[in-house]
């Protein structure tokens, strides 16, 4: 096998972000306020800090990295800051010995004391949400200091969270940090990216971003050109490998143990897609209790909701793990962590080789489609705008893939397609006779509606246009 630990790799549109930003702080700004702010979000261990790790580091000059934790009281995080601060790369990092300011206020003045005014600086601010709920003031303070000190030094005031909802909010109008910072979203490495660190196939690319759901961490771990089955084989049995404990911790810091939300994201994961089999897989739990997980859930961006995409409203709502590693390891980790902790990772291996053929087919559904949304104009039949799914209470069609122009009901529907992801197993003439069948099922699709299908292995079936892996590939290098 190849060489684990890689160097950085991949980011390259959000480092030249930062840059960026770097470089208008140094060219200075109107009326002598050269100060920025950038609100930095993604899912937990995506790989934020790494990122600003590496842009500090290349942009060598003084910065303060402080990453906050969930401290019981302010006093608690405020000597994490100064502390962090006095050993900080700041000039003025001197001025924190031996202080113990009292609240952010005194801290942040303090901090804007230490900044040079003289070169650009980088002040880091990590895990946001932990400071703003330990102190919920404490973003109305940050909104006060920036503007009346940081904004008129050529500071950059990176602030980074995992709260998704709650970084959004932040900018929102009505809030204190309102249109004062940039906003940048740090998504998981793409399967392109997958692709260049592994050296794997097109579509054993996408295998592995199914699994890894692109986390550096992940990654890291997984040695180049090592197949599926060899990494899991190593990993599985490791209790202390990142593909194991990732989703574990990222929980943890989301919700207590058996909490509502935690049960019923357990649910989803296992397989449990509509409200009422989900309540029955949560233990039964009342009508009440279950929207309110769901709406935490989703407003945490960790579920997805989704309805049929067609020309006819429907209220047959899908809900999805929207993750693709929290999938992988709900499906086949999470619920076996006792028996890989009591050196039995060879009975979890074992389970995942035996249903990976089902359970991917059903997962990489939701990455082709996004596949599919990011090809060019001229990638996919007509005006495409969205691209979703169909079904029916009974799944009787249930379509994988449908074009329209619009969504959540369409005026036109511009495709209609299929996904086959298996091993030898080409999209062929039964495909195509399933495919009309379900196309004339479809509302608002008739005869003329072109046909698609993604296909793993090879194909040519005559009135279907055939998207290969290498060209879903391809779209995530736009």
């Known amino acids: 096998m190849g060489e684990r630990m890689r160097g950085f790799v991949g980011r390259t549109r959000e480092l030249a972000a930062l840059q960026g930003m770097l470089g208008r702080v140094s060219r200075g700004g109107r009326a002598g306020r050269p100060g920025r702010a950038l609100l930095m979000r993604g899912r937990r261990r995506v790989g934020k800090s790494r990122l600003v790790e590496e842009f500090v580091d290349r942009a060598d000059l003084p910065y303060l990295f402080f990453t906050a934790s969930a401290q019981p009281t302010v006093a608690a995080d405020l000597a994490l800051f100064v502390e962090a601060a006095a050993g900080s790369s700041l000039p003025g990092a001197h001025l924190f010995a031996g202080q113990r300011p009292a609240t952010w206020d005194a801290a942040l003045t303090l901090l804007a004391a230490a900044l040079p005014s003289d070169r650009p600086s980088v002040v880091v601010l990590d895990e946001l949400s932990y400071l703003i709920a330990t102190d919920p003031g404490f973003e109305g303070t940050l909104q006060k200091v920036f503007d009346r000190e940081l904004s008129r030094l050529p500071v950059l005031l990176l602030c980074i969270g995992s709260d ?10 009505g809030r204190p940090f309102h249109q004062r910072a940039t906003e940048m979203v740090i998504p998981p490495l793409s399967p392109a990216d997958v692709r260049d660190m592994l050296g794997l196939s097109a579509a054993d690319a996408f295998d592995a971003y199914l699994v890894s759901g692109g986390l550096p961490l992940i990654l890291d771990e997984w040695p180049t050109d090592a197949s599926l089955h060899d990494y899991l084989a190593d990993a599985v049995t490791d209790p202390t490998s990142a593909l194991l404990v990732s989703a574990e911790r990222a929980l943890a810091a989301e919700f207590p143990p058996q909490s509502q939300a935690d049960l019923v994201l357990r649910a989803i994961g296992s397989g449990e897609r509509t409200f009422s089999l989900i309540a029955r897989a949560a233990g039964d739990l009342p009508q009440a209790s279950l929207n309110r997980a769901l709406r935490l859930l989703v407003a945490k961006r960790i579920v997805e909701v989704a309805t049929p995409l067609s020309t006819r409203p429907s209220r047959e709502t899908r809900y999805t793990v929207a993750d693709s590693y929290l999938r992988f390891w709900l499906s086949f980790l999470g619920p076996h962590l006792p028996e890989i902790e009591r050196g039995r990772g060879d009975l979890t291996l074992r389970r995942i080789t035996t249903s990976w053929t089902s359970w991917r087919g059903r997962a990489v559904e939701p990455v082709v489609r996004e596949s599919l949304r990011r090809l060019p104009a001229d990638g996919l039949p007509g005006d495409t705008a969205v691209v979703g799914g169909y079904w029916t209470r009974t799944n009787d069609p249930d379509i994988d893939l449908v074009g329209a122009d619009r969504a959540p009901v369409a005026r036109r ?14 999209f062929d003439a039964h495909d195509l006779g399933r495919l009309l069948m379900h196309r004339s099922q479809l509302p608002g699709a008739d005869e003329q509606v072109p046909l698609v ?26």
């Open 164 to 173: 998704l909802a709650m970084m959004e909010a932040l900018n929102d109008y």
């Open 413 to 426: 529907i511009t495709f209609v397609g299929s996904v086959k992801w298996l091993e030898n197993r080409p």
């Open 453 to 478: 299908a993604v296909s793993r292995s090879e194909a040519a079936v005559a009135g279907v246009s055939i998207v290969s892996p290498e060209e879903l590939l391809g779209a995530w290098r736009g």
